[in-house]
């Protein structure tokens, strides 16, 4: 008497366990603190829109991200827009300068910035968010779309070996694919199509 009741008890638990929604929770994507040019201070962020995210790992000094910058990035950021997709620029590089970009033909023309080291101190933040400032008004980068990981506290800083690196993002904030140097926005955007699919 007491097997068959136990028997019976099981399947009804397992069924509650299921109805409950147990199980069936989906993760969140992980929060990062990083440094909002925007908003000048420590902002938390996931990186992710409604349908995911793309990372653009970069510096400021950088001639490659620059030419990314000029050629590509206008017409990456419109298609996140247009496909609820979040595009950041992620600067992992506290060092000050702004890189010139190369003709659209060559990007190896193009020109490193020079600068001094910055740290991570709160002094060297503030100079690169100011640098950062201005590399958004020579270049159009969205303000709002240009943040700072001076500590690599985030994964993209730690997986970025060559710049610029590009991750793209599920929206659980998983990395779905990864770009390494120059890319064209037609490229990352057909690679984010297919990865998600």
Known sequence: MHRARKRY???FVASLFLLSGC??????????KV????????ESTTFV?????????????????AWEAKWQEPALFQW???????????DISPRGGIGIAGPKTNPGDGTDGSGNYLGSSPKGIKALSHLLDQYS???HVPLQDLTIDPTDSTIFAKKTDLLPTIFLLNAHGTII????????????????AHASS
């Open 9 to 11: 008890w099981l399947p």
């Open 23 to 32: 199980g069936t929770h989906t993760s969140q994507p992980p929060h990062y």
């Open 35 to 42: 440094w909002s040019v925007k908003q000048n201070q420590w």
């Open 49 to 65: 829109g409604p349908r995911g995210g793309i990372v653009i790992s970069m510096a400021s000094w950088c001639k490659y991200c």
């Open 80 to 90: 996140g827009r247009a496909h609820h997709v979040a595009v950041t620029l992620l």
């Open 137 to 139: 008004t020579i270049y």
């Open 177 to 192: 694919h990864t770009f390494t140097g120059i890319n064209s926005a037609s490229l990352i955007e057909s690679g984010f």
